[in-house]
Each structure stands twice: as structure tokens, then as C-alpha cells.
């Protein structure tokens, strides 16, 4: 140290370092030396690949091939291996023919081309057609998920599965978006089989194999468009002499019987998966192939309830049946309107198969405690029934308030009643509810069964056109769940039905994804609420019009609702008349603008509508399904006199709800004595036709009513 | 060290101008465990590094002005080498004659290390340990900067796990880990070549 301290006084201070602590450390870090990391020393940064740098590129750049893995299915004309495809990172499907002729090529090629010309979510999307080095073609395409819709069935039947009947029947209506999509595109799959639809965990659904796929030609189907497909170069190359489809699933007219393949040729085989889900079963057996494609030939279908135990709802198995009919002209004319089937079933099942549930459970329960099951029914019955005459009385005299409207003092008491109702309303469904949850607490389930019950109720609300109670109702249930998707899907159609398009748009929005089938009516309720984002104001007449043309199809009783619905708050029934004028047009398509003579007056005796002298005016229906309250859209117009002279019209059936005092039928299409019959008689005092236009005329089967014949 | 690069003053310029303390106290900070890592591996007791470290210092302190840096590629670390070599000689030698008799035995063991190390091996232990000592200090720097999986997955590639298992230790993409060790290299080969620069 002496020596140190000899120099000390010309040395910077800090040489004097290292305390106890540095010294540890200082210790460690010599232990703890990495010698390994020298070889970094000498390197430049220049010199680091980069392919681990930025793996994409370098994949994309060095590897550009699709490494195949292994086969993952094998059918009658083609063989899919897994592969992974370095470029994208993602596992695709490669598809290669079994038969590697060049005509085998070719026909496999077709394929690959009809499949990617069809750019549909519900239809598996090619990303590329392809050849080897040594000209092997092969086309790549998503990989799909390994469950088939046979496997879901499969899996229903037996009872393993999570997945209900309405779920199945979700992954229907999307196949038959597939090939309706497919249909516009002047192609039809001739293939579709449960086996051919996959199913993905998130509810993605695929129409796939599109190996049979054929391209009508018919000329006036040929929808012009420069990127249709080309019929003549893909429709020589089916397989000739080959059984052409599934045996099981194929229509009639693909095994054998002579009868063009179309179409319905499709929509036969939706109706064949349609039974498949429902039985779990084909609709034709046979013990061999031969047998199954007479049974085919001879339409031997196995009645629906013979091929399970499970009852079934009737609605779906009329359905079935229809779509499953010998003759194309007496199946669906087409896949739209086989899904607006389903959807109609699907829309009503939520509540009758809840309310079946729920009866269930007061049945299990009374045998439980038949004392507090009684206790419930009769609280239960007395609250709601009690409610709903409440409403219905209130409803009156709103009726009768309305028409005094002009006084305010009315319109306050009016607003009074109203708040008074939903008060008394939502505690009725209060206390009903607190009622069966205390008494059947031991079942989770009880909750959802009651707001069911109440969406049912709602549903029927709607049907019977009163529309604030059934809004009323949807309120009551989201009160308590907020979530619950039925209500909110009621309610969002209730706010369709009000031109209310924002809120329905929220509505919509928050149960897209547990009820699908509403999807499209969300996006348009979403176009519409940019068009009028105010929502206490209506649509006028041109837009309304303009809205029902873009609803999808099988939404006709949406359009049937806004008409009630204008009716109902309409203050004045001609302005409303204007609305049933336009609604002529959307039922009578052929009828040109010009040639529609409408004239509406309000007099003493009664409302007078004429429509005569309107060429091609024929329908007076209304455009929903038999269902509707309402048979002719003419009935909203509360009519005394109706002129329908020199029209069209031949069917007066519909009419039958309308109590008129005089028809003129002058010169129209009506020739028989049936029709007339068909009339309501408790008004009627007077029948106009021509002379001759009947030519057997009882005139006694019309007790007071005057049948006149004019020259 | 390139001609082209001295243009700006290094450390041990700076250092080497007896008036620029701050440069001192950081060359000091840089170099004392380095030598500290030397003189370890010349086999002197922890106990006594900190009196060698000081000679060493100051014999450097007090040399800088005879020290021709950059001149025939001779560089700062193999004078301090050659600095650090002679006063561990002279404290071997110093505490073998101090020493008594009976305990002959253990200090010739604990020199004959030490006498059995050549000039050319001094140099290349030197050379070996600043090159260690260098990468090791700017992993520390590293480690800074990264924050996640990135150093792990770097030391345990050091350590040549394959990557498919640190992926899976780490619950990331082998893609991930190779990108991540790469980032930590290329970053670690930029800092090499900072302290490089300003340190040698």
C-alpha cells in the first residue's frame, strides 16, 4: 500500500474501487463469462441469414412448392391429400384424379373449373388449378373440417351429440343457399348428399364434390354474362355410361327414368337430406344397388314415420314430401323456396317446441308435487289470460281513442293507459316468473323455458297482427334476459315492421349469431337505417315498395306485416288505399303500371273500390303463406262495394273473409257457380255479371241476394 | 483498429491525454474487470486482486505517455496484457520469497502455473478473454432491449436446444423462435461492434 500511496495524489480518484458488493459481483460476472458467445465477436451482421430473420419471405422466396402430406379421402373420380403450403403457412387440400388418361385429366380439370367459378361462403373455394412438371393436373382448395353432415346425423340419432334438430336444419338452409347460388349460375350439383356437405366446428358449412355438377342450357335460362360458364366445352365431358350420383339421394330421373335433369333434380335431392336428418335414414331402401334404383324409379319411398320412432313435426315432413315428389313440377320449383320452408319452420319451432318442453316439465313436475303444480297452473293462467284480456279490452278502447285523436286530452289518457298497460304487463311477468322459479328452482332450464313461452306468445301476437302487444312481450323477456336471442330476433322484426331500421338493426345485430337465418334481413335493415337513421319517422310509399322488393325471398309475410302495420297507424284509409294499389302490382307481376284502373272512395254506405276494366289483373290474395289472418290484401280496405268488371280475376276464394254488399263481376274471368258460392253472404244484397257469363245459373242457391245479368 | 477510423478520438485516446478524467474513469470502469478476468486466469487469489489491479492501473496511468497507440497494429490490450503479465510476475516472485520454508511446497504449486505461461500464451489469453469479456458485456447490453422470449430463446439456442423444443417451452411458433434469435444475434453483433469500436 505504501507504494500505492506514493502515487496516489496524481491519480484520478475512482482506481480506488471495488467494495464488498462490486466484488461479488465482480466475482460472478468472471463465473458467469459466457465463452460461447466469442463467436460473435468476429461476425458482421451482413452475414446473418436472413431466412431466419424474416422467415415469410425467405419461405416464399426459397420454397415455393406445396409439401403433400398424405390422402385424406378417396372418391369415385378424384383423391384429396393433405398438404401444407409453405408460401400461405396453412394446410390445404390437393386434389389429383384417380384416372390419369387425358381424358380422365380433362373430366377432373371440369370439375376444378366448375367449382371455382362459383364464388359462394357456403361453397369450398379453389385456389388454383394446376399441373405437375409431368403434366398431372391437380387443383388445391381449402381443407375441410372431418365432420360431414352424415356424421352430425349420424351422431343425432344416436343420441352423442350436443347438436339439435334445428341446428341440422341451420346446415340445410345453407346448403340450399349453396345451390341456389349455384342455380343462378346455371349450374346444378345432381350430387347432393349428406356426405357432401362438411360441416365445420364453427358452424361453416361447404357444398363440396361438384364432380357430377351439369350446366343447363337451356337457352331462355342462360343468364348473359360474359363470365357465364362455358356449357358446351364443360357438359360433353360427363362420364358416359356411368351411374351418374348417389344411390339413395338421387332423383328419380337420374336413375333411369327418362325425364330431363334440372333444378329440381336438386331440390329432390335437399328433400332426400331433408328425411336423411329427420329419420337418420335414406328414404329408399334396398337390399342391393339395383333394387335401390328401381325403388328410385318407382318412387318407393319409406313414409317418413315408419323410418323412425321419433315424432316428428308434421310442417317438415310435408315439406319432405313435396320436395321428394316423382313429378319435378309437383317438388319445389326451386332451392329458394324449399329453404323458405325450413325457415318458416325454423322461426315457428323455437316456440313450439319450447312450449312442448315446457308442458313436459309442468307435467314431470306435478307429478313431483301435484299441490304446488296446481298452485302454479292456476296462478299461471290467471296471470297471463288475466293480462291478456286486460291488453286486449285496453286495445279497444285505444281503438276507439285513435279515432278521437285530435284531442289532446284523449291522446294524454291514451299515453296513460299505454304506460299503465306495459307497467302492469312487466310486473305481471314478474311476478309469474318469481312464482315458477321458486317453485322449480331445481331446473335450469326453467328460466329460458318461461322467456320462450313469452316469445311464443309474442309470435302469436304478431300472427294475429297485434304487433304492440307482441313488442310488449319481446320487452318483458329481455327485461330479464337481455340476451335472449328469440326476443331479440322477434323484436328486431317487430322494429322491420315499424320502419324503425335502427333500432331493428341492433336487434338484429345482437342475435346474429345465435339465430343466422336473420343475417340477411340485419344487413338490410343496416342499409336502410343509413337511409333513414331517424326512426320516428316512416318510409313513404315509393320507399317502402323499393324495401319489400329487396326483401329475400320467402320474407313475402314481412311485406303482408308492413302493409297491416301502415293500415294500423294510417290516419286516413285513402291514403292507406294507395299502399293495397301498389300491393296489386307486386301480386298481379304481368300487370303493366298503365293498365291497373284503381279508384278508392269513402262514402255514407260504405268504402267503394273499383278495379275495372284493369287487363291482367287476376290475384286478389295476399302475399303470405295460408297462414296469414288476412286472405286478400283487399280485405285491409273494409269494403261495401267492390267492382271488378272486365278484369282478370277468376277466383273469388280469397274474398271469402269480406263483407261486401255488392260485387260487380261484369265480364270478368269467374264462370262457374262455385266461385260465387265461395263469396260471404251476411252483408251481400247484390252480384253483377253478364249475361251468359255463367252458363249453369242456380239463382236459389243465393237466398237475398239479387243476382243481376246485364247485357 | 483502421487509420480511417481514429479520425474520432476513442476511449483510450481520450484516456491517454492525462487531463480527461471522465475518459479515465470510464476506461477504468470498462477495462478493471477485464483485467480483474486476466489476472484470475494468471492464477492470483481473489484476495489480492484489487492490490494488482491498482498496480496495473497505475503503471498504465503512468505509461500511456511512452504507449504508441495504433502504431504496427499494436494494440491497447496487448500492452496492458503485457503490463497486467509483469506485475503478477512480480507478485509471484515477491510472495515466493516472503514465504516461508514449510510452505515451499503449496507456493511453488500455486506458481508453477503461472511460470509455465509463455509471452505468446499471455498474448493469446488476452486476445481470447477481451473477446469474451467484450461479447459477454454486450449480451448484458442486450438483454436491455429485449423484453419477452426473445433472450430465452437465444440462450437456450446457445445452449442448442433444438428449436422445435424451445417453440414448445416457450408456447411459441418456430418461426418465432428462429425470427426472435435472430433479432437478439443481429442486435448482439451491432453492439459488438459499438464497444469494439469505442472501448479498443
Known amino acids: 500500500m505504501a507504494f500505492f500511496n506514493s502515487f496516489s495524489e496524481n491519480l484520478p480518484y475512482c482506481i480506488f474501487m471495488a467494495d464488498t458488493n462490486s466484488k461479488i459481483e465482480r466475482e460472478k460476472l468472471v463465473d458467469e463469462l459466457n465463452p460461447q458467445l466469442e463467436i460473435f465477436y468476429d461476425l458482421d451482421k451482413e452475414n446473418l441469414e436472413d431466412s431466419a430473420l424474416y422467415p415469410i419471405q425467405s419461405k416464399i422466396l426459397e420454397n415455393p412448392d406445396i409439401k403433400e402430406l398424405c390422402e385424406i379421402a378417396r372418391g369415385g373420380e378424384k383423391f384429396i391429400i393433405k398438404a401444407y403450403d409453405s408460401k400461405a403457412d396453412r394446410h390445404i387440400a390437393v386434389a389429383r384424379p384417380i384416372d390419369t388418361s387425358q381424358e380422365g385429366n380433362e373430366r377432373f380439370l371440369r370439375e376444378a373449373r366448375i367449382t371455382a367459378s362459383l364464388e359462394h361462403p357456403n361453397i369450398s373455394s379453389v385456389y388454383d388449378i394446376s399441373a405437375d412438371s409431368d403434366n398431372q393436373a391437380y387443383f388445391t382448395t381449402e381443407l375441410l373440417e372431418d365432420k360431414s353432415l352424415q356424421d352430425l346425423v349420424k351422431d343425432f340419432h344416436s343420441g352423442e351429440t350436443d347438436y339439435k334438430l334445428e341446428d341440422l336444419l341451420d346446415v340445410l338452409v345453407k346448403v340450399c343457399d349453396a345451390v341456389a347460388y349455384a342455380h343462378s349460375r346455371n349450374v346444378i350439383h345432381l350430387d347432393i348428399k349428406p356426405e357432401n356437405i362438411q360441416v365445420g366446428t364453427y358452424g361453416n358449412v361447404l357444398l363440396i364434390d361438384w364432380g357430377l355438377a351439369k350446366i343447363l342450357t337451356e337457352k331462355d335460362d342462360i343468364y348473359l354474362n360474359e363470365s357465364d360458364l362455358d356449357a358446351d366445352t364443360l357438359n360433353t365431358m360427363t362420364l358416359n355410361g356411368t351411374l351418374k350420383g348417389t344411390p339413395g339421394f338421387m332423383a328419380p330421373e337420374q336413375a333411369g327414368f327418362n325425364m330431363k335433369k334440372n333444378k329440381q333434380t336438386d331440390v329432390y335431392a335437399l328433400g332426400a337430406v331433408l328425411y336423411y336428418i329427420l329419420t337418420g335414414k335414406a328414404h329408399i331402401q334396398g337390399d342391393t344397388l339395383m333394387e335401390v334404383l328401381r325403388n328410385t324409379c318407382l318412387s318407393k319411398v319409406t313414409p317418413i314415420h315408419k323410418a323412425t320412432d321419433k315424432e316428428l313435426p308434421s310442417s317438415l315432413t310435408a315439406v319432405c314430401e313435396k320436395a321428394l315428389s316423382f313429378m319435378q313440377e309437383d317438388r319445389y320449383p326451386d332451392s329458394v323456396s324449399f329453404k323458405a320452408e325450413i325457415q318458416a319452420y325454423l322461426r315457428g319451432f323455437a316456440t313450439k317446441a319450447e312450449e312442448a318442453g315446457f308442458s313436459k316439465q309442468l307435467a314431470l313436475l306435478y307429478r313431483r308435487k301435484p299441490l304446488i303444480c296446481q298452485v302454479i297452473v292456476t296462478a299461471m293462467i290467471v296471470i297471463i289470460s288475466g293480462t291478456f284480456i286486460f291488453v286486449r279490452t285496453l286495445s279497444q278502447s285505444e281503438a276507439k281513442a285513435v279515432l278521437e285523436k285530435q284531442n289532446a286530452e284523449k291522446n294524454l289518457e291514451l299515453f296513460k293507459v299505454e304506460k299503465r298497460k306495459r307497467d302492469l304487463i312487466e310486473s305481471k311477468v314478474d311476478e309469474a316468473l318469481n312464482v315458477f322459479v321458486k317453485n322449480l328452482n331445481d331446473d335450469k332450464l326453467v328460466e329460458d323455458k318461461f322467456a320462450s313461452l313469452f316469445v311464443g306468445a309474442s309470435i302469436s301476437n304478431s300472427r294475429a297482427l297485434d304487433f304492440e302487444n307482441a313488442m310488449l312481450l319481446c320487452d318483458s323477456v329481455l327485461k330479464k334476459y337481455p340476451n335472449n336471442s328469440k326476443a331479440l330476433s322477434e323484436k328486431a322484426y317487430l322494429y322491420l315492421i315499424d320502419h324503425k331500421f335502427v333500432a331493428a338493426r341492433e336487434a338484429f345485430w345482437a342475435c346474429a349469431t345465435e339465430a343466422p337465418h336473420v343475417f340477411e334481413l340485419g344487413r338490410m335493415s343496416m342499409r336502410y337505417s343509413k337511409l333513414k337513421p331517424d326512426d320516428s319517422v316512416r318510409m313513404d310509399l315509393d320507399t317502402t315498395m323499393r324495401f319489400i322488393n329487396e326483401l329475400p325471398t320467402g320474407r313475402d309475410w314481412l311485406a303482408m306485416y308492413l302493409l297491416v302495420r301502415e293500415k294500423q297507424l294510417s290516419d286516413s284509409i285513402s291514403d292507406y288505399s294507395k299502399w293495397v294499389k301498389e300491393f296489386l302490382f307486386l301480386l298481379n307481376k304481368n300487370m303493366k303500371r298503365n293498365e291497373l284502373n284503381f279508384s278508392f272512395e269513402q262514402t255514407n254506405a260504405g268504402n267503394k273500390l273499383s278495379l275495372a276494366g284493369s287487363k291482367n289483373l287476376t290475384n286478389l290474395m295476399q302475399l303470405s303463406g295460408y297462414k296469414f289472418p288476412l286472405k286478400s290484401i283487399l280485405e285491409t280496405l273494409e269494403l261495401s262495394f267492390l267492382n271488378l268488371s272486365h278484369t282478370e280475376v277468376k277466383n273469388l276464394v280469397h274474398l271469402r273473409e269480406m263483407k261486401l254488399k255488392e260485387i260487380n263481376l261484369y265480364d270478368c274471368a269467374v264462370t262457374n257457380m262455385a266461385q260465387l258460392q265461395t263469396l260471404n253472404k251476411e252483408k251481400l244484397r247484390l252480384i253483377i255479371i253478364k249475361k251468359g257469363q255463367i252458363p249453369i245459373l242456380d239463382k236459389n242457391v243465393f237466398k237475398g241476394v239479387e243476382l243481376r245479368e246485364l247485357d | ?200
Open chain 2, 1 to 200: 483498429m483502421t487509420e480511417e477510423k481514429n479520425t474520432r478520438l476513442t476511449l483510450i485516446q481520450r484516456a491517454m491525454n492525462q487531463d480527461d478524467e471522465s475518459a479515465w474513469n470510464e476506461l477504468v470502469g470498462v477495462y478493471n474487470n477485464y483485467i480483474f478476468v486476466i489476472i484470475r486466469k494468471m492464477n492470483v487469489p481473489t484476495d489480492d486482486c484489487d492490490d494488482l489491479l491498482q498496480q496495473i492501473f497505475i503503471k498504465i496511468w503512468k505509461g500511456f505517455s511512452d504507449f504508441e497507440y495504433g502504431k504496427n497494429r499494436s494494440k491497447f490490450r496487448t500492452w496492458l496484457g503485457a503490463v497486467s503479465h509483469s506485475v503478477v510476475y512480480d507478485y509471484f516472485r515477491k510472495k515466493k520469497s516472503l514465504s516461508s520454508k514449510q510452505t515451499m511446497a503449496a507456493e511453488e504449486s500455486l506458481s508453477s502455473n503461472f511460470s509455465s505461461i509463455t509471452e505468446p500464451e499471455i498474448e493469446e489469453i488476452v486476445e481470447r478473454e477481451w473477446r469474451i469479456y467484450i461479447s459477454n458485456l454486450a449480451m448484458q447490453n442486450v438483454k436491455k432491449i429485449f423484453s419477452g422470449n426473445a433472450i430465452e430463446a437465444f440462450e437456450l439456442s446457445m445452449k442448442e436446444v433444438p428449436g422445435e423444443k424451445i417453440a414448445s417451452q416457450l408456447g411459441i411458433t418456430l418461426d418465432s423462435v428462429y425470427m426472435l434469435k435472430s433479432r437478439v444475434k443481429k442486435r448482439l453483433i451491432e453492439e459488438i461492434k459499438m464497444l469494439k469500436e469505442h472501448y479498443e
